[in-house]
């Protein structure tokens, strides 16, 4: 699968690991302005996925199959580095908690 000129590079991965993992949540983050390397390089990737694909597995299985999903990327040296935090639904909800909405200090329509 080939991005086209008008997607970025962190689209492209979202389109991979949609399509690859089904994930609950997934976000893929451009970390290259933290790096050495030129303005607009799209090369250092933080990727957060949440897929019940990773229930039961370890850590290597899981980064085995989204290495897989960018395999095209990555042979071709278009993605220098993936730090990558993987989690089944489960993992996730513990990890983040709930996620509730803060309460309301008041306020009123009129004002």
Not at 18 to 33: F, K, M, N, Q, R
Not at 50 to 78: C, N
Not at 90 to 109: Q, R, V
Request: glycine share 8%; net charge neutral; charged share 25%.
């Amino acid at each position: 699968m080939h991005y086209g000129p008008n997607m970025t590079m962190r689209e492209n991965i979202e389109k991979k690991l949609t399509a690859g993992l089904t994930p609950t949540h997934l976000e893929v983050i451009d970390e290259s302005h933290q790096h050495n390397v030129p303005k607009g390089a799209e090369s250092h990737f933080k990727v957060i996925a949440v897929s019940p694909q990773f229930e039961g597995k370890s850590l290597l299985p899981r980064h085995r199959a989204i290495y897989g999903l960018l395999s095209e990327e990555m042979s071709q040296k278009r993605i220098h580095a993936l730090a990558l935090h993987t989690f089944s639904p489960d993992e996730w909800a513990k990890e983040t908690g709930p996620l509730k909405s803060p309460p309301c200090l008041g306020g009123s329509k009129a004002d």
